[in-house]
């Protein structure tokens, strides 16, 4: 009952994979990713390709059945939207207790199984990134969660949300307190593309050649 269809490919999806528009008294296209403005709208598939197809393409004048303006950079509004929307989550998890800070920390919760999901600074060294990685990796080959690592943000941004200086790794617990966040991760993620560093891992964690490596 609660799915929709996307008016640029025409497929159904639940709402948590799509976004909804509605058209502000300015006729301007507006998005409502809380699904809380009144009016009629419309959905698109959550990603940024698709939302600015809808954009190029006149999609959502038809959608609308009358003439709208489409924001110039409706697509990196949304982005925005969804960044802030993600460290503002992420704040809120840190005040419940529920993210774990630095790399020694990150990589304890990591193999006790406890981290719901990884995230590293844009800055983060490739040595420091692939040393939690291993733990990730070990974790999963031990019958543990397969759990996703994320590179969203900047140092600054995530030291920002987490009222901390020099924030390069972090890990959301795996609690409901942290589910609002990774709910929210999990939705910039996909926006933007998502991760191939998840594909990466998946791959790795089906065979077995790296498996002695990584439980050293």
């Not at 589910?179 to 999990?186: F, I, L």
Request: charged share 25%; aromatic share 4%.
């Amino acid at each position: 009952m609660n799915d929709r269809t996307c008016i640029v490919t025409r497929k159904t999806a639940e709402t948590d994979e799509l976004i909804r528009f509605v058209v502000g008294p300015d006729s301007a296209v507006v998005p409502d990713l809380k699904r809380s403005l009144p009016g009629r709208g419309c959905w698109v598939s959550a990603d940024r390709a698709t939302v600015d197809k809808a954009s190029a393409k006149g999609h959502f004048a038809r959608a609308f059945k009358k003439q709208v303006i489409v924001p110039p950079e409706l697509g990196a509004m949304v982005e925005g939207l969804f960044v802030r929307s993600a460290l503002g989550a992420l704040g809120l998890a840190r005040k419940a207790g529920v993210v774990a800070l630095g790399a020694a920390k990150v990589d304890s919760v990591v193999r006790s199984g406890k981290a719901a999901l990884v995230l590293h600074a844009f800055e983060a060294s490739e040595d420091g990134v692939r040393k939690i990685t291993q733990a990730r990796r070990a974790t999963a080959h031990l019958g543990g969660p397969a759990i996703p690592a994320y590179k969203l943000f900047a140092e600054a941004d995530l030291g920002l949300a987490l009222g901390g200086t020099n924030v390069i790794h972090a890990a959301v617990l795996a609690s409901d307190a942290g589910k609002a966040a990774v709910k929210r991760m999990v939705a910039l993620d996909r926006y933007r593309g998502g991760s191939p560093d998840d594909l990466a891992m998946i791959a790795a964690v089906a065979g077995d050649d790296d498996a002695a490596e990584d439980m050293e």
